[in-house]
């Protein structure tokens, strides 16, 4: 069979060339794009929020080391620079401006900026914490690659927000009282009093101090303790699991389902007889 040629190769001319890929489509296809570099790109940027809130532990830690300051403003040109790129690749920017994750980034953005002049903003870094996992690419990329994260996932996603919210809850109780307060000395002081409030064990050795402290208070004990049991529950009772309907594709189910909510098919989901 003779190979076909192209029209202009036929006609003599110069074979036609596509044009180069902008930045703009190489970023696109790092952030959003399916190929393996994609995946490993998508989990460096779940490694490097893993290794800012580490460090952001640390500096609540230190206090006023020399190198807190300079070590902010690199973390800070770091989170700028992805935070620019995904404005830049997004094709609904308005709408990547009101997502949750990109008001994270500019909460924390704005805290790296001020914290050295307004040290009670600190503990607005944490919220960074909100990104980790968010991502649909990034829950994309795991269920693809790996088995055990599909079977798993509802219990993963649950202890995950169940570690953000104590990290955060902790993270507001030490930036506002490490200073004021002799009981919250250390990281490990709030996490104490944060989790014994959660628990409603309640020891009263170390209380919150000022109007500020007792408000907080008053906010972990209301909002925090229906919130922390309903994480706790879906951590280790979850209501859920996720199993692909052969006939219609619904993937997430009640754990003790015998038939599909959408289309009545039996589902032979393997469950330990109790919801």
């Known amino acids: 069979m003779v190979p076909r040629m192209c029209q202009n190769c036929a006609d003599g001319a110069a074979p036609t060339q596509h044009p180069p890929e902008t930045l703009r489509q190489k970023l ?53 620079l992805d935070f620019t790129a995904r404005l830049y690749v997004s094709r609904h920017r308005l709408a990547h401006l009101l997502s949750m994750a990109t008001l994270a980034d500019i909460v924390v953005l704005g805290s790296l900026l001020l914290s050295a002049f307004v040290e ?10 909100l990104r980790l996992f968010r991502s ?40 506002t009282q490490h ?31 000022g109007p500020g402290g007792r408000l907080l208070a008053v906010i972990i004990m209301v909002v925090g303790v229906s919130l922390f049991l309903r994480l706790l529950q879906a ?3 979850p209501s859920r699991v996720r199993y ?25 989901i393997e469950n330990e007889g109790f919801a």
């Not at 953000?164 to 030490?174: L, N, P, Q």
Request: net charge positive; charged share 15%; aromatic share 14%.
């Open 136 to 175: 649909y690419h990034v829950l994309r990329d795991l269920r693809q690659d790996s088995p055990w994260f599909r079977t798993n996932e509802a219990v993963i996603q649950a202890t995950l927000n169940l570690a953000i919210f104590i990290f955060v809850v902790t993270s507001a109780v030490f930036v």
């Open 179 to 209: 200073n004021i307060n002799p009981g919250i000395a250390t990281y490990i002081d709030a996490l104490y009093f944060t989790i014994t409030t959660l628990t409603t064990t309640g020891f009263g050795d170390i209380t919150l101090q």
């Open 235 to 237: 951590v280790f009772r």
């Open 28 to 80: 696109r296809g790092l952030y959003y794009g399916k190929d393996r570099g994609a995946h490993h790109f998508r989990y460096g940027l779940v490694a490097f929020d893993i290794v800012v809130m580490g460090l952001f532990i640390l500096e609540a830690f230190v206090g006023k080391a020399w190198w807190v300051l300079p070590l902010d403003i690199v973390l800070g040109a770091s989170i700028a």
């Open 244 to 268: 692909k309907c052969p006939d219609c594709g619904l993937l997430v189910h009640d754990i003790d389902a015998v038939h599909c909510k959408h289309c009545g098919r039996v589902l032979p």
């Open 120 to 129: 009670n903003l600190g503990f607005l870094r944490f919220v960074r914490t």
